[in-house]
């Protein structure tokens, strides 16, 4: 409705002059931190070697503890070689659009189309990846759940859950990262009920960092019990898997070479632009249409069952958790 303005010769401001004034910049979109593929193990097939891969190790041979009879030779000993294969495929994703959008639309599309296509592809590595993160078979539930749909109300990420897992992964001779410590994947509601742990409070009150920098005031989680945590919300949730329809939040904490991922050096990541007619006379005949789009080559494998654990909690902040 118009505004009355007051004051001598003061008019109506009618819709006809109260214009829609556009701000020429596009707003940030809502994206995930994406940390699934920061703590693989990286290879590559080369040019003309196929789309499957294998890792390969010995298993470990056991210690020996009986004392050689004099002039006898033992029993040979025979490892065995354990294998590990993942196949690669392709993914992508592309968008069109036309002459008249290039010509005439107020906001450069091409430009912000290709920036939110490539936070797609980023977050498409970061979920494939992921799906293989949490099908591992080494898994915690919280307090006293023996299977996922016991997982309910109250069954909360806390200090001895983390106090088990990682007894778990050093009972299994997991080996954290080269700075010292295992990683954990978290989501942020699971490092809210964390942040509600006295435990963990009390850690962070009389052992952590004096200032700004501590736990509690920049709330990064740091390293606890071995642990960095990075909190992310691509963690993965099992929605409404638990007890009387709770959601489960899986958080995944990991050792060096747990996870495997495999690229293919002659099909790298790329972006790709199509302009105006390069459709050709029976694609795009009157040069209308351009069309922008990413394609990639990815496959991920775990590595070492034994060296991750997947804890299933619920979270306070979560659906009936």
Excluded: C
């Excluded at 979109?29 to 070697?49: S, V």
């Excluded at 939110?116 to 591992?136: H, P, V």
């Amino acid at each position: 409705m118009p505004v009355t303005l007051q004051g001598p010769g003061a008019t109506a401001f009618t819709s006809t002059e109260d214009k829609t004034y556009w701000v020429r910049r596009m707003l940030i979109r809502a994206t995930p931190k994406l940390f699934y593929n920061q703590f693989a193990a990286k290879d590559y097939i080369p040019k003309n070697n196929g789309m499957n891969v294998e890792w390969r190790r010995e298993s470990t041979i056991a210690a020996s503890t009986t004392a050689l009879v004099e002039g006898s030779y033992p029993a040979e000993t025979v490892p065995t070689v354990v294998t590990v294969s993942a196949s690669v495929a392709q993914y992508g994703q592309y968008v069109r659009s036309t002459d008249v959008v290039q010509a005439q639309a107020i906001d450069d599309i091409r430009a912000e189309t290709s920036d939110n296509l490539g936070e797609a592809m980023g977050n498409s590595y970061d979920q494939l990846t992921r799906a293989i993160y949490n099908a591992g078979t080494t898994v915690q539930y919280a307090l006293t759940a023996g299977s996922r749909v016991q997982v309910g109300s109250g069954f909360r990420m806390t200090s001895a859950e983390l106090r088990e897992a990682v007894a778990t992964l050093e009972t299994n001779n997991a080996q954290p990262f080269e700075d010292g410590g295992f990683k954990a994947i978290i989501h942020p509601r699971v490092k809210a009920d964390l942040l509600n742990d006295t435990n963990f409070l009390n850690a962070q009150q009389y052992a952590g960092v004096r200032g700004n920098d501590n736990t509690l005031f920049s709330g990064k989680l740091g390293r606890y019990y071995g642990v960095d945590f990075y909190v992310t919300s691509n963690a993965q949730i099992g929605t409404s898997l638990g007890y009387s329809g709770a959601d489960v939040y899986y958080s995944t904490i990991v050792g060096k070479d747990y996870i495997g991922v495999v690229d293919l050096t002659a099909l790298t990541a790329e972006q790709i632009y199509h302009p105006l007619g390069s459709g050709g006379a029976t694609g795009d005949p009157l040069s209308q249409v351009w069309s922008i789009g990413y394609k990639f080559a990815h496959a991920a494998a775990r590595l070492n069952e034994s060296f991750a654990v997947r804890v299933e909690t619920t979270s306070s902040l979560g659906t009936l958790g």
